[in-house]
């Protein structure tokens, strides 16, 4: 047993810790001094009293006091503040940690009971714990009546929670305020001042190990009450204490470990050098020496297994609870130490005993636990001598690890992937191929992270690669290949040194010792010398083949993964890893240029080594990933800038010579000119002059005029003018050679054009004749065309022919459609240019009027194509109009200086109604009905896929004219009645239209939304001749439309305050549509429309309280006053409008389920009203009479329940609103038993509902 403590000490911990001291078995206490620590980073440090000062001077001089003087004066250094307890020297990070813990250690030694209630003090304080720590002694004859009161209750006459537990020699009583089981505490607080506290506390459980770890850790007193009370904590109920003492206790199992690892190294040493003197000759001395050796063996073994039993303790105590706690932060911090524990102590924790948890974990929900899981494996698989262990647990658990690499958490699949590579690099044959096949598909992900760990992956696995664990080593040793077997003649013994030998004395360069690495270098610096050219001539050589094979062997598992549109992820995903492959260019060219039979490449690699090529330019000479795999551009330091341009450079003088003879080579095919002609868009153009190197760029020339004058593939004339634009631009030294080979083709092509017009026009040509024509002017006009939209080749004035084309060829003989769809889109061009050059302000007024004259002749033109009887003509025709009326309305909103009115287009109804009706047509078509079903053919899934972009262009055209104001903002009313239908397709557009139209004219757009719903709710009507309610029946009919208008509602956000008045105004006009040419009479049907009330409904919830009350006098005006009855179910969608109005509170939430799916019985509606929310709204008020200053006072009754604003407004600012008194919404009183009679709240009722509410009305104009 524990001595009791003396007067003195007892005297001390009165002073320190503020302690009521009694006999053995009394109570000393402990203040949580945290306050509000976790509440404010204001209070995060108190400063001492003048009184505790004083008493801090006397304390200096008393025996066993904590010395504060050095850290007082570190602090004060620091930052003028000073740390009373230990708690605040972590919460203040102080540098001199490991000095305040040696203090600590002292005062440990002079008086344990003190520092040590300074300890227990630290962890409550840690925790958050704003209560006290009652702590009295335990004694033998209290052992079962205090074990029986180990428990954690709530006092209720007290309203606090009390945990007492036993931390011996201590009996603790933990007690805190009810409220701390649902506050923050320091541990989950966010913030980088927390999380340095959190760095801090883990360190302070390290150090203080550390610094015990040869004293009084042994003495069985301060590990076996901190470890017990670290343990009971852990398993409180409360989260402060489970999560902070978790992390505590595991902290310190961590750094025990390190303390079991030096008593071994210790030991191992005691015993060699027990072996060595052993060995020695005998003397008296030597076998004192020995029994000394032995003597501090037996210590060291001793030690190292009663701190193995601590660690044993703290594992079984709360690792073992703990790893399956509800909260994850708790089972990450498990797993995350349990990780280093393996990697620290392998001869322990490294068996399938504590591997199974790391397992089990791997299946866990949160994706924190799984990565740290992973995160613990990378450790022991990066250790090669480890691997042995680890092979039940490899084979138990491999199929899950692959299965993490699809993690639906993007960090996870790439820790997991990057733990895949440790795998296949140090086991071996645990990977089969077909999992080797499956991770490398990860290569075409489209989180790059992911991507890139899969490439190396590829790289090291299947192209038998090093993997790039060892890029470090082998930057070191890369040059060693090259060193041949003979020796130089610098030596004097010829084949005594082998290769092998030469490496291995090399690398004494990286010697500490200088003159070694001196030795090492002059042997370095010898056999460098011995290298001749030649040999290095004939290393590179056989690298390039060695790249060669590689290429090749990639090329293959591109063609074997089936994505063949994806090499631009391919090469990203390698960027990484494979680089320097993918930048040997002379390779690729090489292996394109070499003559049939060298290699087994057949036409279709050919294409993709293409494609590579292209791909790699663009990458070194951009750095962006390819478009889906990154949304900004990446900002690039000023080394990796220097890369760029040094590869750019490169690339160019390689390519400049060897690009026309590829051009030459594989002019046949259309994708591979496409290709190569994209490739001088990335050149470095002033190597042309500064190399000297203009004839290849006639050479260059030579073969895009050729190769234009042989295709007319769109990809191949588009990549064609694209590099005409850049080697024209005038920045480029060599542009001049460029615009005369361009100047030339459109001279010969525009010559033709005319001809080939006069032959079309000429009459008498026979059927043969015309097609053949036909195909020439086609091919004409593509290039025309593919030129126009780089250049602007106004200057050649080609609109006239192409309009005279368009107007008048179908009054003779009507061109195909093939060739109006170029004719129409070259115009077009040619207008824009046109325009261009106008808003630059280069054309005279008598061409800008011409222009104009044109412009609308034009527009007219496109306007009857329209209407034309071929789909791509209609199509084509349909998206020139959009384009065309974007460009010039939003010139004319620009703000420029130059006046645009003469060249503003505004739709007629006419074209307004073609539009739509074109949208209707051929967007909302029934095609996706023939998608559900799958095709086996894969041509028929492109082309579905393709139709599909289309319908989206065509779409996103009108929402451009919806969103500009270009057409009315009712024409989208067709558009948003397909959002339910057609979600996967289009809802993206339509709910982006949906938000810029509301941003435009919030007013207008929820019209438009009703509008939606009306049209819709007559449509439903018209097809199931619903005349009225009529009960369930045509309940199922709506569900349709109360669901899009359910989405519709939320569209609006969660802002009632920026939306009343849309909400209300859709109110407004769906009350107006119900009742339109309704008279109230008591013996009238209900109004046709009556159901369309339950379709409004769903937007009461979005109502303020006030403007429900508003809207509901509203509804008055068009309803009796007198009791409406159940008898006639017809009536029953206005009981539910009605309702949902009177909702409020949780009951806004049910409106939307009090439906008429059972007319016949009655409404569940609650009694009493459910409290307002506690908000001040009368910021939110003034806005609202800043933004409307024309709103108008509401006249009559209305005028008299509205509430007054100014008293609210001079009311304090955080003025909670009232809840509102429990009063019943619905009256109900049974009449003749048969049904119910409901009365609705008077007007007086909500008089006095009104005055309770301290927000302005929506007004409703009733004109």
Same mark, same amino acid.
């Given at each position: 047993?524990?001595?009791?403590?003396?007067?003195?000490?007892?005297?001390?911990?009165?002073?320190?810790?503020?302690?009521?001291?009694?006999?053995?078995?009394?109570?000393v206490q402990v203040p949580c001094r945290l306050g509000s620590i976790t509440r404010q980073n204001s209070a995060r440090i108190r400063r001492r009293s003048e009184d505790e000062l004083e008493n801090t001077k006397r304390r200096h001089s008393a025996p066993g006091?904590?010395?504060?003087?050095?850290?007082?004066?570190?602090?004060?250094?620091?930052?003028?503040?000073?740390?009373?307890?230990?708690?605040? !020297?972590?919460?203040?990070?102080?540098?001199?940690?490991?000095?305040?813990?040696?203090?600590?250690?002292?005062?440990?030694?002079?008086?344990?009971?003190?520092?040590?209630?300074?300890?227990?003090?630290?962890?409550?304080?840690?925790?958050?714990?704003? +209560?006290?720590?009652?702590?009295?002694?335990?004694?033998?004859?209290?052992?079962?009546?205090?074990?029986?009161?180990?428990?954690?209750?709530?006092?209720?006459?007290?309203?606090?929670?009390?945990?007492?537990?036993?931390?011996?020699?201590?009996?603790?009583?933990?007690?805190?305020?009810?409220?701390?089981?649902?506050?923050?505490?320091?541990?989950?607080?966010?913030?980088?001042?927390?999380?340095?506290?959190?760095?801090?506390?883990?360190?302070?459980?390290?150090?203080?190990?550390?610094?015990?770890?040869?004293?009084?850790?042994?003495?069985?007193?301060?590990?076996?009450?901190?470890?017990?009370?670290?343990?009971?904590?852990?398993?409180?109920?409360?989260?402060?204490?489970?999560?902070?003492?978790?992390?505590?206790?595991?902290?310190?199992?961590?750094?025990?470990?390190?303390?079991?690892?030096?008593?071994?190294?210790?030991?191992?040493?005691?015993?060699?050098?027990?072996?060595? &003197?052993?060995?020695?000759?005998?003397?008296?001395?030597?076998?004192?020496? @020995?029994?000394?050796?032995?003597?501090?063996?037996?210590?060291?073994?001793?030690?190292?297994?009663?701190?193995?039993?601590?660690?044993?303790?703290? *594992?079984?105590?709360?690792?073992?609870?703990?790893?399956?706690?509800?909260?994850?932060?708790?089972?990450?911090?498990?797993?995350?130490?349990?990780?280093?524990?393996?990697?620290?102590?392998?001869?322990?924790?490294?068996?399938?005993?504590?591997?199974?948890?790391?397992?089990?974990?791997?299946?866990?929900?949160q994706p924190e636990v799984r990565l740290k899981c992973i995160q613990g494996l990378h450790g022991v698989y990066s250790d090669k001598h480890l691997i042995s262990k680890l092979d039940l647990f490899t084979s138990r658990f491999k199929e899950r690890i692959i299965?993490?690499?699809?993690?639906?958490?993007?960090?996870?699949?790439?820790?997991?992937?990057?733990?895949?590579?440790?795998?296949?690099?140090?086991?071996?044959?645990?990977?089969?191929?077909?999992?080797?096949?499956?991770?490398?598909?990860?290569?075409?992900?489209?989180?790059?992270?992911?991507?890139?760990?899969?490439?190396?992956?590829?790289? +090291?696995?299947?192209?038998? !690669?090093?993997?790039?664990?060892?890029?470090?080593?082998?930057?070191?040793?890369?040059?060693?290949?090259?060193?041949?077997?003979?020796?130089? #003649?610098?030596?004097?013994?010829?084949?005594?040194?082998?290769? &092998?030998?030469?490496?291995?004395?090399?690398?004494?360069?990286?010697?500490?010792?200088?003159? @070694?690495?001196?030795?090492?270098?002059?042997?370095l610096y010898g056999k460098l010398l011995s290298y001749s050219p030649q040999q290095e001539q004939d290393e590179r050589k056989t690298a390039k083949e060695q790249n060669i094979t590689v290429i090749t062997s990639l090329l293959q598992f591109f063609h074997t993964?089936?994505?063949?549109?994806?090499?631009?992820?391919?090469?990203?995903?390698?960027?990484?890893?494979?680089?320097?492959?993918?930048?040997?260019?002379?390779?690729?060219?090489?292996?394109?240029?070499?003559?049939?039979?060298?290699?087994?490449?057949?036409?279709?690699?050919?294409?993709? @080594?293409?494609?590579?090529?292209?791909?790699?330019?663009?990458?070194?000479?951009?750095?962006?990933?390819?478009?889906?795999?990154?949304?900004?551009?990446?900002?690039?330091?000023?080394?990796?800038?220097?890369?760029?341009?040094?590869?750019?450079?490169?690339?160019?003088?390689?390519?400049?010579?060897?690009?026309?003879?590829?051009? &030459?080579?594989?002019?046949?095919?259309?994708?591979?000119?496409?290709?190569?002609?994209?490739?001088?868009?990335?050149?470095?153009?002033?190597?042309?002059?500064?190399?000297? @190197?203009?004839?290849?760029?006639?050479?260059?020339?030579?073969?895009?005029?050729?190769?234009?004058?042989?295709?007319?593939?769109?990809?191949?004339?588009?990549?064609?003018?694209?590099?005409?634009?850049?080697?024209?631009?005038?920045?480029?030294?060599?542009?001049?050679?460029?615009?005369?080979?361009?100047?030339?083709?459109?001279?010969?092509?525009?010559?033709?054009?005319?001809?080939?017009?006069?032959?079309?026009?000429?009459?008498?040509?026979?059927?043969?004749?015309?097609?053949?024509?036909?195909?020439?002017?086609?091919?004409?006009?593509?290039?025309?065309?593919?030129?126009?939209?780089?250049?602007?080749?106004?200057?050649?004035?080609?609109?006239?022919?192409?309009?005279?084309?368009?107007?008048?060829?179908?009054?003779?003989?009507?061109?195909?459609?093939?060739?109006?769809?170029?004719?129409?889109?070259?115009?077009?061009?040619?207008?824009?240019?046109?325009?261009?050059?106008?808003?630059?302000?280069?054309?005279?007024?008598?061409?800008?009027?011409?222009?104009?004259?044109?412009?609308?002749?034009?527009?007219?033109?496109?306007?009857?194509?329209?209407?034309?009887?071929?789909?791509?003509?209609?199509?084509?025709?349909?998206?020139?109009?959009?384009?065309?009326?974007?460009?010039?309305?939003?010139? *004319?909103?620009?703000?420029?200086?130059?006046?645009?009115?003469?060249?503003?287009?505004?739709?007629?109804?006419?074209?307004?109604?073609?539009?739509?009706?074109?949208?209707?047509?051929?967007?909302?078509?029934?095609?996706?009905?023939?998608?559900?079903?799958?095709?086996?053919?894969?041509?028929?899934?492109?082309?579905?896929?393709?139709?599909?972009?289309?319908?989206?262009?065509?779409?996103?055209?009108?929402?451009?004219?919806?969103?500009?104001?270009?057409?009315?903002?009712?024409?989208?009313?067709?558009?948003?009645?397909?959002?339910?239908?057609?979600?996967?397709?289009?809802?993206?557009?339509?709910?982006?239209?949906?938000?810029?139209?509301?941003?435009?004219?919030?007013?207008?757009?929820?019209?438009?939304?009703?509008?939606?719903?009306?049209?819709?709710?007559?449509?439903?009507?018209?097809?199931?001749?619903?005349?009225?309610?009529?009960?369930?029946?045509?309940?199922?009919?709506?569900?349709?439309?109360?669901?899009?208008?359910?989405?519709?509602?939320?569209? *609006?956000?969660?802002?009632?305050?920026?939306?009343?008045?849309?909400?209300?105004?859709?109110?407004?006009?769906?009350?107006?549509?119900? *009742?339109?040419?309704?008279?109230?009479?008591?013996?009238?049907?209900?109004?046709?429309?009556?159901?369309?009330?339950?379709?409004?409904?769903?937007?009461?919830?979005?109502?303020?309280?006030?403007?429900?009350?508003?809207?509901?006098?509203?509804?008055?005006?068009?309803?009796?006053?007198? #009791?409406?009855?159940?008898?006639?179910?017809?009536?029953?969608?206005?009981?539910?409008?009605?309702?949902?109005?009177?909702?409020?509170?949780?009951?806004?939430?049910?409106?939307?389920?009090?439906?008429?799916?059972?007319?016949?019985?009655?409404?569940?509606?609650?009694?009493?009203?459910?409290?307002?929310?506690?908000?001040?709204?009368?910021?939110?008020?003034?806005?609202?009479?800043?933004?409307?200053?024309?709103?108008?006072?509401?006249? +009559?009754?209305?005028?008299?329940?509205?509430?007054?604003?100014?008293?609210?407004?001079?009311?304090?600012?955080?003025?909670?609103?009232?809840?509102?008194?429990?009063?019943?919404?619905?009256?109900?009183?049974?009449?003749?038993?048969?049904?119910?009679?409901?009365?609705?709240?008077?007007?007086?009722?909500?008089?006095?509902?009104?005055?309770?509410?301290?927000?302005?009305?929506?007004?409703?104009?009733?004109?």
């Open positions: 047993m524990i001595a009791d403590p003396t007067l003195a000490s007892r005297e001390l911990v009165q002073k320190e810790n503020s302690i009521v001291n009694a006999t053995p078995g009394s109570t006091c904590l010395g504060q003087k050095r850290l007082r004066r570190d602090n004060l250094k620091d930052g003028g503040i000073e740390a009373v307890t230990l708690f605040e !020297v972590v919460s203040m990070g102080v540098k001199a940690m490991q000095d305040v813990i040696d203090e600590w250690i002292e005062a440990y030694k002079k008086d344990r009971d003190a520092a040590l209630l300074d300890l227990i003090s630290f962890f409550m304080q840690c925790s958050g714990c704003k +209560g006290i720590v009652t702590a009295e002694m335990f004694q033998r004859k209290h052992n079962t009546e205090d074990l029986n009161k180990m428990i954690e209750e709530f006092d209720e006459n007290t309203g606090l929670q009390y945990k007492k537990f036993m931390a011996f020699p201590w009996i603790l009583t933990v007690t805190w305020p009810l409220d701390m089981a649902s506050s923050d505490y320091p541990l989950s607080m966010p913030g980088p001042y927390w999380k340095k506290f959190k760095c801090n506390f883990c360190e302070f459980i390290v150090v203080l190990v550390r610094q015990c770890q040869y004293s009084i850790i042994y003495d069985s007193y301060l590990m076996d009450t901190v470890i017990s009370l670290l343990t009971e904590l852990s398993d409180s109920q409360v989260r402060a204490f489970r999560h902070t003492c978790t992390m505590a206790a595991l902290k310190l199992l961590t750094a025990l470990v390190s303390v079991t690892q030096n008593l071994s190294v210790s030991a191992d040493n005691t015993e060699r050098l027990f072996k060595v &003197e052993k060995n020695k000759v005998s003397s008296e001395r030597k076998r004192l020496r @020995l029994e000394q050796l032995e003597e501090k063996t037996k210590e060291l073994l001793n030690k190292q297994h009663e701190v193995e039993n601590m660690m044993n303790a703290i *594992f079984r105590g709360v690792f073992l609870k703990r790893y399956r706690d509800i909260i994850p932060e708790i089972r990450a911090c498990c797993m995350e130490e349990i990780g280093v524990w393996m990697k620290l102590h392998s001869n322990m924790f490294l068996n399938d005993s504590y591997l199974k948890y790391v397992g089990w974990m791997l299946h866990d929900k299965s993490m690499a699809s993690d639906k958490d993007p960090e996870v699949a790439v820790h997991t992937m990057k733990l895949l590579v440790l795998i296949s690099q140090n086991c071996d044959d645990v990977l089969t191929t077909e999992d080797c096949k499956n991770l490398c598909l990860f290569v075409y992900s489209s989180h790059r992270p992911l991507a890139a760990a899969a490439g190396e992956f590829l790289y +090291g696995k299947l192209l038998h !690669v090093k993997f790039s664990v060892y890029a470090c080593f082998l930057t070191s040793l890369q040059f060693w290949v090259q060193i041949p077997d003979q020796s130089s #003649s610098v030596w004097n013994c010829d084949d005594v040194l082998t290769t &092998e030998d030469c490496k291995n004395l090399c690398l004494f360069v990286y010697s500490s010792h200088r003159p @070694l690495a001196a030795a090492a270098g002059e042997f993964s089936e994505l063949h549109k994806h090499m631009a992820y391919l090469v990203d995903s390698l960027w990484d890893n494979a680089g320097s492959l993918l930048k040997d260019w002379e390779s690729m060219t090489e292996l394109l240029l070499e003559e049939p039979g060298t290699q087994d490449l057949n036409d279709s690699q050919k294409q993709s @080594l293409i494609e590579m090529l292209l791909t790699s330019v663009r990458q070194a000479t951009e750095g962006h990933p390819p478009v889906g795999r990154g949304m900004n551009k990446k900002n690039f330091a000023v080394k990796e800038r220097k890369i760029q341009m040094d590869d750019c450079i490169r690339l160019t003088e390689h390519l400049i010579v060897a690009l026309p003879a590829l051009l &030459e080579k594989y002019s046949v095919k259309a994708e591979n000119v496409a290709n190569l002609l994209q490739i001088p868009q990335y050149f470095d153009t002033d190597v042309y002059r500064n190399s000297h @190197l203009e004839k290849y760029m006639d050479m260059l020339l030579k073969q895009m005029t050729d190769v234009v004058e042989q295709h007319t593939h769109p990809a191949v004339l588009e990549a064609c003018a694209k590099t005409y634009s850049v080697l024209c631009s005038e920045e480029v030294a060599v542009h001049v050679l460029a615009n005369i080979s361009k100047d030339q083709l459109i001279d010969q092509w525009t010559k033709r054009l005319h001809l080939l017009l006069e032959d079309f026009f000429c009459e008498g040509e026979g059927q043969s004749a015309s097609k053949e024509v036909n195909h020439q002017l086609l091919s004409t006009l593509k290039r025309i065309t593919a030129f126009h939209n780089a250049h602007d080749l106004c200057h050649w004035d080609l609109y006239k022919s192409i309009f005279r084309l368009l107007s008048d060829g179908s009054q003779q003989v009507e061109p195909s459609h093939q060739v109006i769809v170029q004719a129409l889109q070259c115009a077009f061009y040619a207008i824009l240019w046109q325009l261009n050059r106008c808003f630059e302000g280069i054309t005279s007024k008598e061409k800008a009027l011409a222009q104009k004259m044109q412009l609308r002749s034009f527009f007219r033109i496109c306007h009857q194509y329209i209407s034309h009887s071929h789909t791509q003509v209609k199509e084509q025709a349909f998206l020139v109009v959009c384009d065309l009326l974007i460009a010039c309305n939003c010139q *004319f909103h620009s703000g420029e200086t130059v006046d645009f009115t003469p060249f503003v287009l505004i739709p007629d109804s006419e074209m307004q109604a073609a539009l739509l009706g074109f949208v209707q047509v051929h967007v909302f078509t029934d095609e996706d009905q023939q998608r559900k079903t799958k095709g086996s053919d894969i041509t028929e899934d492109s082309s579905k896929l393709n139709n599909l972009h289309k319908r989206r262009t065509l779409l996103a055209s009108y929402c451009k004219l919806v969103v500009n104001g270009i057409v009315e903002m009712n024409g989208a009313a067709e558009i948003f009645k397909q959002y339910m239908k057609y979600y996967n397709d289009f809802g993206d557009i339509i709910k982006e239209t949906l938000s810029r139209t509301r941003q435009i004219d919030k007013i207008q757009s929820a019209r438009t939304l009703a509008l939606c719903l009306q049209q819709l709710f007559l449509e439903v009507k018209n097809e199931q001749g619903i005349c009225n309610y009529s009960g369930s029946s045509s309940m199922h009919t709506l569900t349709t439309i109360r669901e899009l208008a359910r989405r519709f509602s939320l569209t *609006f956000g969660w802002d009632q305050i920026k939306s009343r008045e849309s909400i209300a105004m859709m109110h407004k006009d769906g009350i107006e549509f119900v *009742f339109k040419g309704f008279i109230q009479n008591g013996g009238m049907p209900p109004p046709p429309n009556i159901a369309f009330l339950t379709i409004l409904s769903e937007f009461s919830n979005r109502l303020l309280k006030p403007d429900k009350k508003t809207v509901y006098d509203y509804l008055q005006r068009y309803t009796s006053e007198q #009791s409406v009855t159940l008898k006639d179910n017809g009536w029953h969608p206005l009981v539910c409008y009605r309702t949902s109005l009177l909702a409020c509170g949780e009951a806004d939430d049910l409106c939307s389920v009090l439906s008429c799916d059972t007319p016949g019985e009655p409404l569940p509606i609650n009694s009493s009203r459910a409290s307002s929310l506690k908000r001040n709204l009368s910021d939110a008020g003034d806005s609202y009479q800043k933004t409307n200053p024309h709103s108008r006072e509401p006249s +009559g009754k209305n005028s008299e329940t509205r509430p007054k604003l100014t008293q609210n407004y001079t009311e304090p600012a955080m003025k909670q609103r009232k809840c509102l008194k429990s009063s019943p919404d619905v009256i109900r009183e049974k009449t003749d038993g048969s049904h119910q009679q409901i009365t609705m709240k008077t007007k007086k009722q909500w008089d006095d509902l009104n005055e309770e509410i301290d927000v302005d009305t929506v007004e409703i104009d009733t004109e």
